[in-house]
């Protein structure tokens, strides 16, 4: 593609999605089937509105079907799919489309995710391109009849051992993913998305505290300290918002977060996308509230020249201040959380969390917090 998106100050390639190469490679299959002569070169109108012209690799014809192949290109978007070879296989019926996952694309095993149980896991959004690209083929020949169409990913079930999909309850392989069709590098959208189904995941199953964690050091410390099984919670990246809202959209009563203090201190200016490119308040939130609890000048400075967390308790500690301070910017954590996730319904939502750091462990904690781990953990050994 010869489309760029300036990211960083850095100008960047857009690429096309697995579901962009399925409905490319349908389209090619069929089009070779009802004019049985090969095709090279297709080209398919994304709902992004981006027209896209792709070549066509790897095609076998025979009297039943054709399979035509298209290679995924991400653009400069780090994703693990790029260069693979994403494959349909077309013959005609009598009427409808019939659209199936083959060879690299995963089965969906729980409900909550955007497919039904056993079914290929094609997303809605690649599907409907698939539809739309061999209704168009159907018109143009005026073709009486329907397809079969199987989309196959060769590779994709040991690609998708180094995703999110096991976790998911998507197994065998990858899932056909794109809503716009379009790959933005580095795309926020595809995270928050992956986010979703993975709470989707947890509701259906019956969940109805959900447990969320930042990160990688939240999910150890959960797991390791706490004793909570991890594979039953989310990781929301910076995301928290974007998290907490959806929890909330979904019917949830409540969540238990669990993370380290260098990314949830900044709740306590209202900031929930916790990503330092957007706001970095940890300094001015420690000096802020030791002020108030009555901290003298130098101490202040101290703590908005500080770098880490942990050097922000250190000082306040030789100050004779960590707890009032801590109490207070925990207090205030609170009031955001309760203000975010209130909801225009008024239904209750309860807010749980645990904040720590590798240093000095559990820094706060709400009231609730140890009943509801206790619960989780009772609800785990069931």
């Known amino acids: 593609m010869d489309r760029y998106v300036v990211k960083n100050q850095k100008k960047l390639a857009l690429g096309y999605t697995t579901g962009s190469c399925a409905a490319a490679a349908s389209k090619a299959a069929a089009v070779a089937l009802l004019r049985g002569e ?12 981006i027209l896209l012209t792709l070549d066509i690799e790897d095609m076998t014809r025979t009297p039943e079907y054709v399979r035509c192949a298209v290679r995924k290109d991400a653009g400069d978007d780090p994703d693990i799919t790029h260069g693979m070879l994403v494959y349909a296989t077309v013959s005609c019926t009598e009427t409808e489309i019939v659209i199936d ?19 290929a896991a094609i997303n809605p959004g690649p599907r409907e391109q698939i539809k739309q690209a061999l209704e168009a083929v159907v018109k143009e020949y005026g073709y009486p009849g329907g397809f079969s169409v199987v989309i196959s990913i060769p590779g994709g079930q040991e ?7 096991p976790n998911l309850g998507i197994l065998g392989g990858l899932s056909v993913l794109g809503t716009t069709g379009i790959v933005e590098p580095m795309s926020e959208q595809a995270l928050v998305d992956t986010i979703h189904v993975d709470i989707d995941a947890r509701y259906a199953v019956g969940q109805r505290t959900l447990l969320l964690c930042p990160g990688n050091y939240g999910e150890d410390f959960a797991r390791d300290t706490l004793g909570l099984d991890i594979s039953r919670g989310v990781k929301c990246s910076n995301f928290l918002g974007e998290a907490l ?20 201190i900044k709740l306590a200016a209202g900031v929930f996308q916790t990503h330092s490119a957007y706001a970095d308040a940890r300094q001015e939130i420690f000096a802020a509230h030791a002020a108030v609890c009555g901290a ?21 500690r030789e100050a004779g201040l960590d707890k009032p301070v801590l109490a207070s910017i925990s207090k205030k ?3 955001h959380l309760t203000h975010r ?7 209750p939502f309860a807010v749980n969390y645990v904040i720590f750091t590798n240093r000095y462990g559990v820094m706060m904690q709400t009231e609730g917090a140890a009943d509801c781990i206790a619960a989780r953990r009772k609800e785990e050994k069931q």
């Open 159 to 165: 690609i998708a051992a180094r995703t999110m999909n």
């Open 333 to 335: 954590i609170r009031s």
């Open 101 to 119: 996952g083959g060879e690299g694309v995963g089965r969906v095993t729980r409900q909550g995710l955007a497919q039904p149980v056993g079914t």
């Open 245 to 264: 809202d959806y929890a909330v959209y979904c019917g949830f009563d409540g969540v238990l977060l669990v993370g380290h203090a260098g990314k949830l």
């Open 296 to 316: 003298d000048t130098e101490t202040v400075c101290r703590l908005m020249q500080a770098v880490t967390v942990d050097a922000c308790l250190d000082i306040l």
């Open 38 to 49: 090969p095709v090279r070169q297709v080209q398919l109108m994304t709902p992004k509105g």
């Open 341 to 347: 996730t209130a909801g225009k319904s008024g239904r």
